[in-house]
């Protein structure tokens, strides 16, 4: 089986814009998790999905936000671009609910 | 509030050394926690679980509710045990939260 698959996998925007990663999870994984990875907060839970449904959400921003699509795929979105949201942000995707999440490489988003 | 904390940022051993990896948590109901680990230029990847009880990779874990710990242990470090290891307490809707990660080396 194919991996997570996440795109784009760098990106580098300007303060004020917005951004879009995108998430492709395992066949059959209907739940994807959202992560920002930074070197002073390290990982951070942003939310999940289950079946179109957020049924988790960490504690960000409102600027923050995320869908998931019918065929389990999923989108995240970042308005208003502040500096310190530059980060890696990890997918992960998981066939119940046990903890077991399978991650993406990640999209590097550095903002200037 | 859940936390987990990973006192140690990074962790020096040579080959063939004990390794304990130390991770405690605050948690008002029964934890589920786990080990994930980096390894170079790879993804973030399950290591082992507290309920399975399992050994992986000669790791091994024990959840110690009185502690609030739940420490990742090997006898006998090797090389490519050489990783980014997280502890991660499990909620609700595939919610985990991390520790900060320890950074383990493992010298020739």
């Known amino acids: 089986k194919a991996g997570v698959t996440q795109t784009p996998r760098y990106l580098i925007k300007t303060r004020g814009q917005q951004v879009t990663l995108s998430c492709s999870p395992i066949s059959g994984h209907r739940s994807v998790s959202w992560y920002q990875q930074t070197p002073g907060q390290g990982l951070q839970f942003l939310f999940e999905?289950?079946?179109?449904?957020?049924?988790n959400k960490g504690n960000f921003p409102g600027r923050f936000s995320g869908r998931q699509f019918s065929n389990s795929r999923s989108e995240m979105n970042v308005s208003t671009l502040e500096l310190g949201d530059s980060a890696l942000y990890l997918c992960a995707s998981s066939l119940k609910e046990t903890g077991e999440l399978f991650f993406g490489e990640g999209s590097r988003l550095t903002v200037l | 509030a859940q936390r987990v904390t990973q006192p140690e940022k990074l962790l020096s051993v040579f080959k063939g050394a004990p390794v304990e990896l130390k991770c405690n948590y605050s948690y008002s109901g029964s934890p589920e926690l786990f080990w994930y680990v980096q390894y170079s230029r790879q993804r973030l990847q399950l290591l082992l679980r507290h309920i399975s009880r399992e050994s992986i990779k000669g790791f091994t874990a024990d959840l110690n509710k009185g502690e609030t710990s739940f420490h990742l242990k090997k006898p006998f470090a090797q090389e490519e045990d050489s990783a980014m290891y997280y502890c991660?307490?499990?909620?609700?809707?595939?919610?985990?939260?991390f520790g900060g990660g320890t950074r383990l080396m493992v010298k020739p």
């Open positions: 991660a307490l499990f909620n609700a809707g595939n919610m985990l939260t």
């Open positions: 999905y289950f079946s179109e449904t957020q049924r």
